[in-house]
């Protein structure tokens, strides 16, 4: 079946922006006075919002030093950590194949600020790839669905006529309160028995895997 639409989440689907993320939130957990925050715990919330994130990542801190680690991993991502961020090989070939094909619509549906996914579309030329795109201070962090729903209403597009593809629980999970069809990426931050247990239509293992089952 071939969907209408696509959504795509954006860091650890389409971009290989793990290492980057992790070493930033590292680094800033040591200037908020948080000592070194173990990487497995900080890869099991990438896709939430930078506030949902922090609390999950940190139970139990107060509003102050979460604001301090807010503010640290923000300046460490934006002005000082220089880990390379590319798409994973083969994402801009594929999206430029569907793009030009024209039979489905393509958006972005992530866990970034809108400030942070502006300047990652600029910095990648990728902006005019995509119908529309929400981020997680626009609307509500995954795993709540509004940001599906906001998409699917400005697209025109039912869900069951549109696929979330994402490599988290988050991306999965808000997909399935709506019923939507969604698959799971392997090749990102949760593993595929994790990804299993949302019941995606497809556990796919690498960007081409992807790509030819969207296409089919």
């Not at 992530?110 to 201070?137: M, N, V, Y």
């Not at 699917?152 to 696929?163: H, N, Q, T």
Request: glycine content about 8%; charged content about 25%; overall charge negative.
């Amino acid at each position: 079946m071939r969907y209408e639409l696509v959504i795509f989440d954006w860091d650890g689907t389409l971009m290989d922006s793990v290492p980057r993320i992790v070493s930033c939130m590292q680094a800033a957990g040591l200037e908020a006075g948080l000592g070194t925050l173990p990487r497995a715990d900080i890869e099991n919330i990438i896709g939430l919002g930078l506030p949902e994130a922090i609390e999950t990542l940190c139970p139990g801190i107060s509003p102050e030093q979460a604001e301090r680690l807010r503010q640290a991993y923000a300046h460490q991502f934006v002005h000082v950590d220089t880990t390379p961020m590319r798409f994973f090989a083969g994402v801009e070939d594929h999206l430029a194949r569907l793009r030009l094909n024209g039979a489905q619509k393509l958006a972005v549906a992530t866990g970034k600020s809108r400030r942070g996914l502006d300047r990652i579309f600029q910095e990648t030329g990728s902006l005019d790839w995509f119908h529309a795109s929400r981020t997680a201070d626009e609307t509500r962090s995954k795993p709540h669905p509004q940001m599906l729903q906001e998409l699917l209403g400005e697209l025109s597009i039912p869900a069951e006529r549109a696929v979330m593809v994402g490599d988290t629980e988050y991306d999965l999970e808000m997909a399935r309160s709506l019923g939507m069809p969604r698959v799971g990426v392997s090749y990102g931050v949760h593993s595929p028995e994790r990804l299993a247990a949302s019941q995606p239509h497809e556990i796919v293992h690498s960007v081409d895997e992807l790509f030819t089952w969207l296409q089919g």
